[in-house]
Structures are given as C-alpha cells and as structure tokens.
C-alpha cells in the first residue's frame, strides 16, 4: 500500500510541475542513481518524491543527494491533506534564482 502511495505521490508532483509549465513525467524506479530520479524533468535539478506523514528530513535529502550526479538534490515531500513542500540546499536554491 506504501508503494502505491509513493507511486501516487510521484504522478502528483509530476502533474504540478507539468501544468506549471514544465515538462515532467514519472520516472523509472529500479535500480536509484541520477539516471533514475522519482520524476524526470526539464528541471536542472534530481527530483526525489516523499508522500509520507513523517519525513526523515536528513535522510530524504541524503538519498536525493547521492542519486543526483552532479545536478542539485530536491525532495518533494507531502503528508495527508497537507501541500507540497519543497527541501533543497540554500546553496542550490540561490544557483537555481540566479539562472532565471
């Protein structure tokens, strides 16, 4: 059920991310690593989707961030009835606004 959940969570930051204008679908999840982020975007960045009600902030950056290569780690984390937040680096985040 957890799996499903996830499966769910990745579709629905997907979907945000594409009707905000920016290409993105799932991705495909067997093996982890930069070729294989939770989903796959025109974003310069490895996308990692966390739909669960407690976060293991440090663990869900570290994951992302040894699957990135060399693109920023973000994680996408949601609980139940609650928003989409997003955690990344400040480092990465200033590099990000500074491209736009």
Not at 23 to 37: A, I, M, T
Not at 58 to 71: C, E, F, L, N, V
Request: hydrophobic share 35%.
């Amino acid at each position: 059920m957890s799996r499903e959940k996830g499966k769910r969570g990745e579709r629905e930051v997907a979907k945000l991310l594409s009707d905000a204008g920016y290409e993105s679908r799932r991705g495909v999840q067997f093996c982890g690593g930069g070729d294989s982020p939770d989903v796959v975007s025109e974003l310069p960045c490895h996308i990692e989707v966390k739909r669960t009600e407690k976060l293991n902030l440090w663990g869900a950056i570290d994951q992302a961030s040894k699957d990135a290569d060399d693109m920023p780690p973000i994680v996408f984390h949601r609980p139940s009835h609650r928003p989409w937040i997003v955690v990344m680096y400040a480092e990465d985040f200033l590099m990000l606004l500074r491209k736009e």
